[in-house]
């Protein structure tokens, strides 16, 4: 199994350019997530996913979009790119989320930078 | 207050030292704690998981939970260069959608 693979590792865009961070998993999870980490700050998660078909809001979302059309894959679209967006993006998915106050393990992307100048 | 506090260090120690590793967590019903290690220009990975009080342990890692006082803990017993890595608490939410990540801890481990 490949687990969860990101394309492209590193990206640089211009202001108010689009682009599209690839993620894919091989172990047939349920839920996907998108995180982004900025330097000191953790991770924060922007979308996720429980299914082919739904998505919902994360804590940071705005600037971003998701969808999911297949169990296995998650893009993560970035319209109007903007200089506050550069950080590292990481894709992660789990077999099933848990219930309340628990998470089952979640397995991480290699991570895509991005900057943008 | 923020729900997971985690001091970023960056903690330097040299081979064969004792490790703390700690956070403080602002929601008393939270019962499943988290550790996640991240390497350098890696993903993260989980490392250990405690739910409730009490200790657990494996190997040369000790993962601690003080539901009195909201704080858990990460200790690593004769540590070595390869324990270098960003450590990460996390705490599901309480609808059990996602992760709470701290900052996490940038440790270096010298030889």
């Known amino acids: 199994n490949a687990g969860v693979t990101q394309t492209p590792k590193f990206r640089i865009l211009k202001i108010g350019q689009s682009m599209t961070l690839q993620c894919a998993q091989d172990?047939?999870?349920?839920?996907m997530y998108w995180y982004r980490q900025d330097p000191g700050m953790g991770l924060k998660l922007i979308y996720y996913s429980v299914g082919a078909g739904i998505t919902d809001k994360g804590e940071v979302p705005n600037g971003y979009n998701v969808s999911r059309s297949t169990t296995e894959d998650f893009p993560l679209r970035l319209e109007l790119a903007a200089p506050s967006q550069t950080s590292v993006y990481f894709c992660?998915?789990?077999?099933?989320?848990?219930?309340?106050?628990?998470?089952?393990?979640?397995?991480f992307g290699p991570g895509t930078r991005l900057l943008v100048l | 207050q923020k729900e997971v506090e985690q001091d970023p260090g960056p903690l330097s120690v040299p081979e064969g030292a004792i490790v703390s590793l700690n956070c403080t967590y602002s929601?008393?019903?939270?019962?499943?704690f988290m550790w996640y290690r991240q390497y350098s220009r890696k993903g993260p990975e989980l490392l250990m998981y405690?739910?409730?009080?009490g200790n657990k342990e494996d190997g040369r890692f000790t993962a601690q939970v003080d539901k009195s006082s909201k704080y858990i803990s990460l200790f690593i017993r004769d540590s070595q260069p390869s324990d270098s890595a960003t450590y990460l608490c996390?705490?599901?939410?309480?609808?059990?959608?996602?992760?709470?990540f701290g900052k996490g801890t940038t440790l270096s481990v010298s030889s």
């Open positions: 405690t739910y409730s009080s």
């Open positions: 929601n008393s019903a939270f019962q499943y």
């Open positions: 992660a998915s789990s077999y099933w989320p848990g219930e309340a106050g628990y998470q089952e393990t979640q397995y």
């Open positions: 172990m047939n999870h349920n839920y």
């Open positions: 996390a705490i599901p939410n309480q609808a059990g959608t996602a992760l709470i």
